[in-house]
T-cell receptor
């Protein structure tokens, strides 16, 4: 079966760095996405990786290793507004999106 | 403004009463999806569509129907809703994979309660 694993919850301190990991097993691969979702709101797009390596966008970076079925989202200079759930999703060979359950990130002052 | 709209935003209904949740996008996107989100389970894809008249089942299609008669609209139909379909529903759209930006744009969500 297809599976996406990510930690349920993480805690970090304002101003620090946090890495959220995602491992996947899917039928084929057409890209990996990271989304941010605040409670009660729709997910918003953060990053997309289809080739191995690191993609950097301001305070957020995302890394992909297709051979290991592994990705991480790196958040730097954490702010209180970064408290949210972070969703990892993989598009399989049929262009179906498979989603992880999400990682709830708690930022403490 | 580029957006995905869903209606209604909130709905309380009773078992067996057919309902439709509408979804519309103004970005000329080919790819559209419906998801449900339940606590601890994350987003689960119900149906998706790669273009007009092309729809495919996602992870949890049972009890749902969709249609894609026009590019901009992708309604979700519950012919006979049951309490286990109580959930938060999201519609999303994007370009086809590999056609540039792969961002999925999500609608605001529809909170459905089936009594």
């Amino acid at each position: 079966g297809q599976n996406i694993d990510q930690p349920t919850e993480m805690t970090a301190t304002e101003g620090a760095i946090v890495q959220i990991n995602c491992t996947y097993q899917t039928s084929g691969f057409n890209g990996l996405f990271w989304y941010q979702q605040h409670a009660g709101e729709a997910p918003t797009f953060l990053s997309y990786n289809v080739l191995d390596g690191l993609e950097e966008k301001g305070r957020f970076s995302s890394f992909l290793s297709r051979s290991k079925g592994y990705s991480y989202l790196l958040l730097k200079e954490l702010q209180m507004k970064d408290s949210a759930s972070y969703l990892c999703a993989v598009m399989d060979s049929n262009y179906q999106l498979i989603w992880g359950a999400g990682t709830k990130l708690i930022i403490k002052p | 403004e580029a957006q995905v709209t869903q209606n209604p935003r909130y709905l309380i209904t009773v078992t067996g009463k057919k309902l439709t949740v509408t979804c519309s996008q103004n970005m000329n996107h080919e790819y559209m999806s419906w998801y449900r989100q339940d606590p601890g389970l994350g987003l689960r894809q119900i149906y998706y569509s790669m273009n007009v008249e092309v729809t495919d089942k996602g992870d949890v299609p049972e009890g749902y129907k969709v249609s894609r008669k026009e590019k901009r609209n992708f309604p979700l139909i519950l012919e006979s809703p049951s309490p286990n379909q109580t959930s938060l529903y999201f519609c999303a759209s994007s370009l086809l994979p590999g056609q540039g930006t792969d961002t999925q744009y999500f609608g605001p969500g529809t909170r459905l309660t089936v009594l």
